[in-house]
């Protein structure tokens, strides 16, 4: 019993030894080279937009930013650098930095005009669809907290090239009927099959004494001389029959009337009766 009462008497010393070791040392961790760690203030930081909360034991804003690893002259804040800091104190920090900015541009395409003497003036067409291209720009940006002060392009390259549109434009005369003629008549046409007046699978006679075919036109010899060459159109442009040789008569075809031969019977009913323009050749 002597010996467990000993025991405890021990126990109860080295226990209150114990005590006396952790809070010197709590002391000494609070007290060390005149330092009171126990002024730590909170710090509501933004830093270029960026919002932090920072514990600090800085006794100044100059002393706070220094700690950030920032340097004297490379930011701007809202407090004066010789301000106290205050626990809860709210500090906008914008630093000074330069950045490369990539940015892409078009490269607008041109367009090369030809000309074409088979388009009428006033006539254009398009050759060759116009492509834009894209460049790549390389900038250094000088940055103050989020706003860009300064921008400086120091790289470009051309990632596609642009592709000219191509477009032929007019130069003929709308006038310009690409032949030479002497007279110009509206007529009433009418039109007859290539296989009238044929006997034994022969063709027919004209009044001019050439066989009938296609390309052939019937006419009053009083206003269009046999033997002419022409060129018939329609004045809206619906139906153009081309070069003709006017070779032929008949007993309904007096003053401006024309018969114009076609290959077959349906074909002249489907010609019907229209006007055309009749210009005989030079």
């Given at each position: 019993m002597r010996n467990n009462a000993g025991m405890s008497e021990i126990y109860k010393s080295t226990y209150k030894l114990l005590v006396l070791i952790v809070v010197g040392m709590i002391f000494s961790s609070i007290f060390v080279g005149g330092v009171d760690y126990s002024s730590a203030k909170t710090v509501n930081l933004t830093k270029d937009g960026n919002k932090t909360v920072v514990t600090t034991f800085a006794g100044t804003v100059d002393e706070f930013i220094i700690a950030q690893g920032l340097k004297a002259e490379g930011f701007i804040a809202n407090e004066s650098k010789n301000a106290s800091i205050r626990d809860g104190m709210a500090l906008d920090i914008k630093t000074r930095r330069t950045k490369a900015v990539t940015s892409k541009r078009k490269i607008d395409y041109k367009q090369v005009r030809v000309a074409n003497n088979k388009l009428v003036v006033g006539e254009t067409k398009v050759i060759q669809q116009g492509v834009i291209?894209?460049?790549?720009?390389?900038?250094?940006?000088?940055?103050?907290?989020?706003?860009?002060?300064?921008?400086?392009?120091?790289?470009?390259?051309?990632?596609?090239?642009?592709?000219?549109?191509?477009?032929?434009?007019?130069?003929?005369?709308?006038?310009?009927?690409?032949?030479?003629?002497?007279?110009?008549?509206?007529?009433?046409?009418?039109?007859?099959?290539?296989?009238?007046?044929?006997?034994?699978?022969?063709?027919?006679?004209?009044?001019?004494?050439?066989?009938?075919?296609?390309?052939?036109?019937?006419?009053?010899?009083?206003?269009?001389?046999?033997?002419?060459?022409?060129?018939?159109?329609?004045?809206?442009?619906?139906?153009?029959?081309?070069?003709?040789?006017?070779?032929?008569?008949?007993?309904?075809?007096?003053?401006?009337?024309?018969?114009?031969?076609?290959?077959?019977?349906?074909?002249?009913?489907?010609?019907?009766?229209?006007?055309?323009?009749?210009?005989?050749?030079?």
């Open positions: 291209g894209i460049a790549e720009d390389i900038y250094s940006v000088e940055m103050l907290g989020e706003e860009e002060i300064e921008r400086t392009l120091i790289s470009t390259a051309t990632k596609l090239e642009p592709l000219n549109e191509i477009v032929e434009y007019g130069t003929k005369d709308k006038d310009d009927k690409g032949f030479k003629y002497s007279k110009m008549f509206t007529v009433k046409a009418t039109a007859y099959e290539s296989t009238f007046g044929s006997r034994n699978g022969r063709p027919g006679i004209t009044a001019s004494g050439l066989p009938l075919k296609v390309g052939m036109i019937a006419v009053d010899p009083r206003l269009i001389p046999l033997g002419s060459k022409c060129y018939i159109e329609d004045p809206n442009g619906a139906y153009n029959f081309g070069y003709v040789i006017a070779a032929d008569t008949g007993g309904a075809i007096k003053g401006n009337r024309i018969d114009v031969c076609v290959p077959t019977y349906n074909d002249a009913i489907q010609f019907g009766v229209r006007n055309l323009n009749v210009y005989v050749l030079d």
